[in-house]
């Protein structure tokens, strides 16, 4: 049973920074391509940033030069740090094992507000 469970959800005024983290199990982690996703209020779901099995990461344009994916394979734990953050990063954030987050955790709520 693949199962994902992302934590270090917090409020934090703009220009500040958090590191969450999505601990998993129930597939093979160090072989599968990860991704992050996020929801923010009244919207769908964003494509946020990829880090494929290899190592190589992509982000969407609005969080380039501030986000920064990593993974863990020896934890199974996929991580993004965020850093100078806006208002407009708020969001419930999600790990996902698809690019469209049909397969995601219960996220965790990113709340950037002065």
């Known amino acids: 049973q693949v199962q994902l469970v992302e934590s270090g959800g917090d409020s934090v005024q703009p220009g500040g920074s958090l590191r969450l983290s999505c601990a998993t199990s129930?597939?093979?982690?160090?072989?599968?391509?990860m991704y992050w996703v996020r929801q923010a209020p009244g919207k769908g779901l964003e494509w946020v940033s990829t880090?494929?099995?290899?190592?190589?990461?992509t982000y969407t344009d609005s969080v380039k030069g501030r986000f920064i994916i990593s993974r863990d394979n020896a934890k199974k734990t996929l991580y993004l740090q965020m850093s100078t953050l806006k208002h407009e990063d708020t969001a419930r954030y999600y790990c996902?094992?698809?690019?469209?987050?049909?397969?995601r955790g219960q996220g965790t709520q990113v709340t950037v507000s002065s």
């Open positions: 996902a094992r698809d690019p469209a987050g049909v397969v």
């Open positions: 129930g597939f093979v982690f160090g072989l599968s391509d």
């Open positions: 880090i494929t099995f290899g190592g190589l990461r």
